[in-house]
């Protein structure tokens, strides 16, 4: 990965993190969140991947397929 692939990846990292806490309590459910990252040509793969980091890195909490912020 490049320098520049990395923090692409981080400023995708830290909107997906900003978007969950707007959400409140309530959270933020996958679906929508992928629909947008899929119009910019994300994978599902690549989504999975991405939220899967953000809850191991403690970032976020999943609960069924709603994303909580920690």
């Known amino acids: 990965m490049t320098v520049q692939q990395m923090l692409a990846l981080k400023q995708v990292a830290d909107a997906i993190i900003e978007s969950v806490k707007e959400c409140g309590s309530s959270g933020a459910p996958a679906g929508p969140m992928y629909a ?3 119009s910019r040509g994300c994978t599902l ?4 991947q991405i939220m899967s980091g953000l809850v191991k890195a403690g970032k976020l909490r999943k609960s069924g397929n709603i994303y909580y912020a920690m």
């Open 36 to 38: 947008a990252l899929m």
């Open 45 to 48: 793969e690549q989504f999975e």
